[in-house]
């Protein structure tokens, strides 16, 4: 069971931290700062692993409930694609890939 978690959560984690560069690639016309975005994107998303085990453990240690810290969660995730469907630009062209 064990090894059958850790192989499914690899493959779902390195999904999220590889594809990452190729949507920030897609979503944003500007190709000079890319680089920036994505260092932005991962900072905030481990600003996000790193805090909300904190913030979940103290709304259970004080409401006796992990609802709270999901919640939450799910608010900002829910805020963060909103921002992002926000900044998505229009294309008249559509993506390709190189090398096809």
Sequence with gaps: MVIA???IHGFAHGVVVSFNPLVMTAAFDDKKYVGRLIAIGLLIFTAGMG????VTS??????????PGFA???V???SAAIF???CWSTRSTPVTVPGS
């Design 58 to 67: 103290y709304a259970f240690d004080t409401t006796g409930s992990y609802n």
């Design 51 to 54: 805090t909300m085990p904190v």
């Design 72 to 74: 939450l969660n799910c």
């Design 76 to 78: 900002l995730v829910l």
């Design 5 to 7: 978690f850790a192989i």
């Design 84 to 86: 992002f469907r926000l």
